[in-house]
């Protein structure tokens, strides 16, 4: 089914493809139309056993000794192979997860970007010299934790991949990888990837299953030096808790509720096209995406029209035809999205505009209408809780205060926007606002390699993103040296 060429069925552990100790699999399916896209190992904790043992063993061979500035040129090999298959890769996850093939593409490119700036990056992370008592000399070494463990989503796979395993190998650890049960075929083909490249054997491993098991399984596992999490906020605290009896560090990145704030004195032509796209990106499913709108009473009118301009000309449509928006991930989620809907008419709100669902659609499809939802008040559910889905609610406020009150009045902080003409009001709200990321007259500047990104409150700890990963994946020894 694919140019790169891999088992779907297979685990990778120690640099052999095989299948899972049970020999079971589980079912994909293509969100496109509901088919059966292929079955993956149902990895578990067996598996999971066998890849840390081999993450083990590759730490302490050659592979995983060669020189920082080695490690980065393989990481640059893998990075032109990527970019070399993007298309393919972009295919994949179209099926896979449902994604317009632009939007699969972009991921694949930004994948290949993690590893470009990992492997550039590789061997640029010193250590220092402290100014200590006489007769001493003091340093400090940054080293990798050893092995760490990567539990992925499904809305992004590419992405979340190539900035948590990309920095972890360039810090020299070896990984075990496990992707979402719902969508895991990019990450396998990245493994394969990856392998061609030149990856030494047991610095990735890859093993598909169920959360609940080789997840589990992963997070509680005490060969284990790091973990890496993505996903919900319920499953992040049982993470953080299966660390906390290894005490290991884990980074948490929980998703958000992150507002987009639109003063009166605005550049509405420049901000529209980020007001909507953000919410609407990858059909909602985005932790970072801006699913409330906060616009200053002034304008309140005037941006709720023209967003609703804009949602009324989306295009809904399978993945392969590389429309706006494809579908969401699953029934289930399309389910869990329509009980929000559901309370926009329960609570006697109504809906502002709505993109059309063409009757073309395949009935067996799990498509959900983008939905715009004006006036909404915020300590509404549809304004506090993560929906993941292509649903933005629009607030007014009044000034500075409140516009702050209730951007930070969720649960959640992990990114907000401010759009503004007065600079002293930019750095103002830049400082109060409780998140991890703010972006001023933009919103997700150029996919964010570069920029340290995580959330406070319950979006999670930790950084990815940028050269503070690199300090998340290593830990820090302290030498000091006595020589009189
Ligand atoms: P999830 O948290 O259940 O799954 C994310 C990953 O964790 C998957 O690989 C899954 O297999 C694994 N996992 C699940 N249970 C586990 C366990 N007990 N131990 C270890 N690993 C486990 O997320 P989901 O079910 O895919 O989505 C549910 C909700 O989570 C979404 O509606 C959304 O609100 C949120 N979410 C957020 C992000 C994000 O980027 N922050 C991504 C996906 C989902």
Not at 166 to 184: I, R, S
Not at 329 to 348: F, K
Not at 390 to 413: C, K, R, S, Y
Request: hydrophobic share 45%; glycine share 12%; charged share 15%.
């Amino acid at each position: 089914m694919s140019d790169i060429s891999f088992d779907t069925r297979a685990v990778l552990i120690g640099g052999r493809w095989q299948p899972c100790a049970s020999g079971e699999t589980l079912p994909l399916f293509n969100p496109s139309d509901g088919t059966l896209l292929a079955q993956i190992a149902r990895g578990a904790a067996a598996d999971i056993d066998a890849a840390v043992t081999a993450a083990q063993a590759a730490r302490a061979g050659a592979g995983c000794r060669m020189s920082a500035a080695e490690r980065g040129r393989v990481l640059l090999r893998m990075s032109a192979a990527v970019l070399a298959q993007a298309d393919e890769l972009a295919r994949l996850e179209a099926l896979d997860v449902g994604k317009p093939l632009k939007q699969g593409r972009a991921d694949a490119v930004a994948l290949a970007r993690y590893l470009e700036f990992y492997g550039g990056a590789a061997d640029k992370v010193m250590g220092e010299t402290i100014p200590f008592t006489a007769g001493y000399t003091a340093l400090t070494l940054r080293e990798p934790h050893g092995v760490t463990g990567h539990i992925v989503p499904w809305n992004y796979p590419m992405q979340i991949i190539g900035r948590s395993v990309g920095a972890a190998l360039a810090m020299g650890n070896a990984c075990v990888l496990k992707p979402a049960e719902e969508a895991c075929l990019t990450a396998l083909a990245f493994a394969r990837i990856a392998d061609e490249a030149g990856l030494p054997a047991g610095a990735l491993n890859v093993v598909p299953g169920l959360g609940e098991e080789a997840g589990a399984a992963l997070s509680a596992h005490p060969g284990v030096q790091h973990l890496s999490f993505t996903g919900s906020v319920a499953v992040g605290r049982l993470i953080q808790a299966a660390a906390a009896k290894h005490t290991i560090p884990v980074t948490l990145e929980l998703g958000g509720k992150s507002p987009q704030i639109v003063y009166a004195d605005a550049d509405l032509d420049a901000a529209l096209p980020f007001l909507v796209n953000a919410g609407i990106q990858n059909a909602g499913q985005t932790c970072s995406a801006a699913s409330r709108i906060l616009v200053e009473r002034p304008v309140f009118e005037q941006v709720v029209a023209r967003m609703a301009e804009r949602y009324r000309a989306l295009r809904v449509g399978p993945a392969l035809d590389d429309l706006d928006i494809g579908p969401v991930i699953s029934a289930r989620q399309r389910e869990i999205i329509g009980g929000y809907l559901a309370l926009v008419q329960d609570s006697g709100l109504q809906v502002t505009a709505a993109a059309p669902l063409p009757t073309t659609l395949p009935a067996s499809g799990y498509y959900v209408a983008p939905t715009l939802v004006a006036g909404v008040n915020p300590a509404h559910r549809l304004a506090q809780e993560e929906i993941f889905g292509p649903v933005q609610v629009v607030i007014p406020f009044d000034g500075e205060a409140e516009a702050l009150a209730i951007a930070n009045g969720t649960a959640f902080g992990l990114v907000a926007g401010v759009w503004t003409r007065d600079g002293s009001r930019a750095l103002r709200m830049a400082h109060q606002l409780q998140c991890g990321q703010v972006f001023v007259n933009n919103y997700g500047a150029g996919g964010g390699i570069e920029l340290p990104f995580g959330g406070v409150k319950a979006s999670g700890h930790g950084r990815e993103k940028g050269f503070e990963a690199l300090y998340g994946f290593s830990t820090l020894k302290t030498v000091a040296i006595h020589h009189g």
